[in-house]
């Protein structure tokens, strides 16, 4: 297994385009330039095996560096989310304990709560010329495939979130299986706009540079940039998640921009709602469904474009080396085909448990299985369906309701933007849904949209399944990961009332 990538992409393509950034192109050779300066600027710093290194910033190509740096050394690349309270970052640093943590000028604050006594802080602004008079990298022993060569945290809605030990093996085979599920070759190109301290970045720009492609790196989200982007540099493949589909399909130079490059687009995050899907397709953009999480990867299932068409809602079957299963929430055992239940996964590129927690750890990983703690079902053909979380599955007068189900035909409708499905009390039914519903545009009469809302859902959905109470919003509640925070709707909708 090939651990340092960043040497042998510099061997097999040398002077081929890698990366776009700060302007310009940096080669396979330039990379592979840049992680030995790295390696040894953080040597000479005092980094050693094991050690955490962070970095809290803007998409930069910075995060490649370190990615790329760590085979070099054997440290852990450490990437924070700049979205999470300084509280937050306080009690991550606590935990990880960073040797050294980069960061640029915007969130040179949430750094410095992040830093421990021991942890080294580098401003970006400094970043090229502390490359420039790196020294040599030291000798030192190769990693393992088993050693830790990431840690990611994981974007849960409640507490701080855990950090995911991710091995060079994981990285290898959600690379390999990527490439080889999806067909991605040395010609595609992809657009890195999701943050790169995200799991999103394994999705295109790892399998990308394993394949010798092009990766273009935005600083943040604009969905006009990204359009720009995509338009001179004849990107092949787009990936965002559904909002961020969602805003791209609402810009103002959507309908002009060339998408003649794209051969598909996929979505991950959660499901994408018909309306999105469709205002792409009518560009002649084909979508796939994806489905991954921070502990195994984000591609843990791949689709085919006439599969995905004829089945929208599938994320299709598991990719290279992966294994899937499904088992009753209840009592762990084995469910029937069409029925939900629990998505338990395994291979190699599911992760070795969450930093010094081990109890953590041992309340997913059971006999070489993660529990995800998604619910699924697989159909006759063998194609697999994301339903919903387990923990948001609710009971209404004997049935179980899917808030992703229910949210996804909501936000089929044109007058909505965004919405979110949880559960309430009620005195006949048990429980019901609360829908929280942020507009497209603002409605000159909030009753009679939610009046059109109930009744374009009336001949989509059981009637069960129908949310009992609906409540406008100008944004939905999410925590620093961006996660929407379930909990926190009903009291949003009692303020709206």
Known sequence: MMLDIAARRA??????????????????????????ALAGALAASGVQRG??????????????????????????????????????????????????????????????????????????????????????????????????????FTGGTTGTPKGAELPYRQAFYNATGTIVSWGITSRDCAIQATPCFHAAVNALSMPLYYAGGRIVLQSTFDPAGYLQLVTDHGASILFLVPTMFGMLARAPGFLDADMSSVQWAISGGAPCPDSTRGAFAARGVRFRQGYGLTEAGVNCFSIPPEVAEAKPQSVGKPILHGRAALRDPDNGGPV????????????????????????????????????????????????WYLVGRRKEMYVSGGENVYPAEVENHIASHPGVAECAVTAISDTQWGEVGLAVIVPATP???????????????????????????????????????????????????????
């Open 336 to 383: 029937q085909t069409g029925a939900t239940g629990e998505l338990i996964l395994s291979g190699p590129h599911v992760f070795t448990g969450y930093f010094r927690q081990p109890e953590a750890t041992a309340d997913v990983l059971d006999g070489g299985w993660l529990r995800t703690g998604d619910l699924a079902r697989q159909d006759e053909d063998g194609d």
């Open 51 to 152: 050690d955490r290194v962070g970095i809290i910033a803007h998409n930069h190509i910075a995060h490649f560096d370190l990615m790329l740096a760590t085979a070099k050394l054997g440290f852990i690349h450490t990437p924070l989310n700049y979205r999470l309270s300084a509280p937050e970052q306080e009690q991550i640093g606590r935990l990880v304990e960073p040797r050294l943590l980069l960061h640029d000028e915007a969130h040179a604050s949430l750094a410095r709560s992040a830093a421990t006594p021991s942890t080294s802080l580098k401003p970006l602004e400094e970043y090229s010329d502390w490359l420039d008079a790196a020294p040599a990298a030291p000798d030192v022993r190769e990693p393992d495939a088993m050693d830790t060569q990431m840690i990611l």
């Open 443 to 497: 409605p000159d009469d909030f009753d009679a949209l939610a009046a059109d809302i109930r009744a374009f859902l009336a001949g989509r959905l059981a009637r069960y399944k129908l949310p009992k109470q609906i409540a406008f919003a100008d944004s939905l509640p999410r925590s620093g990961a961006g996660k929407i925070l379930k909990d926190e709707l009903a009291r949003l909708a009692r303020e709206k009332s």
């Open 11 to 36: 061997d097999l393509s040398p002077d081929s385009k890698a990366v776009w950034a700060d302007g310009r192109w940096h080669t396979y050779r330039q990379m592979n330039e840049r992680a030995e």
